[in-house]
């Protein structure tokens, strides 16, 4: 069982910039598929990025540009470096890993093994 907790998150105005770590407490953690989600009330949970055993990273449209996601697999942690926030950015952020499958990519979709509890970044104009 991988357990992940994240820290992080909080209050920041339009324009300001935070950094997400996600700490998982398995020696593998390179070889796992890993990502950043998000959710704000009311809407529906969003895949922000990814990045696999490869580093081969993927950023969602509305943040492309703006946040990095990386992973140093020497400390097994996940970072989401976020830059340019937006009130529209509000939303709990949750990071998550789940097992690679050979010869299939990582992707947001399927059943995501493991979940932080999040962390909250709130975005004010």
């Known amino acids: 069982q991988v357990q992940l907790a994240e820290s992080g998150g909080g209050s920041v105005q339009a324009g300001g910039s935070l950094r997400l770590a996600c700490t998982a407490s398995t020696p593998t953690w390179s070889s796992y598929c890993k990502a950043w989600f998000r959710q704000a009330p009311g809407k529906e949970r969003e895949g922000v990025a990814l990045?696999?055993?490869?580093?081969?990273?993927n950023h969602a449209d509305s943040v492309k540009g703006r946040f990095t996601i990386s992973a140093d697999n020497n400390k097994n942690t996940l970072y989401l470096q976020m830059n340019s926030l937006q009130p529209e950015d509000t939303a709990m952020y949750y990071c998550?890993?789940?097992?690679?499958?050979?010869?299939?990519?990582?992707?947001?979709?399927?059943?995501?093994?493991?979940w932080g509890q999040g962390t909250q970044v709130t975005v004010s104009s």
């Open positions: 990045i696999d055993s490869d580093d081969y990273t």
């Open positions: 998550a890993a789940k097992n690679e499958v050979p010869g299939r990519a990582c992707d947001y979709e399927g059943s995501w093994h493991y």
